[in-house]
């Protein structure tokens, strides 16, 4: 996993106020509630993947917004994921970084939360 594991220590709090710092949050709220799973968006437990976290924090539904226009929250969301994965251009199949084999819960609520904190980190610095 490419997160420093210092980076709690240097960042500042995410700003619940930014939606897209919102979607990230509600998405660890929600794999911490429900658990987190593999190779499907909600498995039949509930339990969610990144992808699926995601999906139902900016729409509400772990399937909301497929064959949809994306939610600018949401695909700024996802942007911000691929930037603290260091994803070539921000862009990142989720599904596959999801399903990687060895891939833990801890590691996607530490990529969320990374999202998170990078996200307010920049909003900080354009004084927002």
Same mark, same amino acid.
């Given at each position: 996993?490419?997160?420093?594991? &210092?980076?709690?220590?240097?960042?500042?709090?995410? &700003?619940?106020?930014?939606?897209?710092?919102?979607?990230?949050?509600?998405?660890? %709220?929600?794999?911490?509630?429900?658990?987190?799973?593999?190779?499907?968006?909600? &498995?039949?437990?509930? %339990?969610?993947?990144?992808?699926?976290?995601? %999906?139902?924090?900016?729409?509400?539904?772990?399937?909301?917004?497929?064959?949809?226009? !994306?939610?600018?929250?949401?695909?700024? *969301?996802?942007?911000?994921?691929?930037?603290?994965?260091?994803?070539?251009?921000? %862009?990142?199949?989720h599904a596959e970084?999801?399903?990687?084999?060895?891939?833990? *819960? *801890?590691?996607?609520?530490?990529?969320?939360?990374?999202?998170?904190?990078?996200?307010? *980190? !920049?909003?900080?610095?354009?004084?927002?």
């Amino acid at each position: 996993m490419p997160l420093d594991g &210092d980076i709690k220590q240097f960042s500042p709090q995410p &700003d619940l106020q930014d939606p897209v710092c919102r979607v990230l949050m509600d998405a660890i %709220r929600l794999i911490r509630e429900r658990g987190w799973t593999r190779f499907q968006m909600c &498995d039949s437990s509930g %339990r969610l993947c990144i992808h699926g976290a995601l %999906r139902a924090a900016a729409y509400g539904d772990p399937y909301g917004g497929v064959g949809a226009l !994306q939610a600018p929250e949401y695909s700024a *969301a996802c942007a911000a994921i691929g930037r603290v994965l260091r994803a070539p251009r921000g %862009r990142l199949n989720h599904a596959e970084w999801n399903n990687a084999p060895g891939r833990t *819960a *801890a590691e996607v609520i530490s990529a969320l939360e990374g999202a998170a904190r990078s996200l307010a *980190a !920049q909003n900080m610095s354009r004084g927002e």
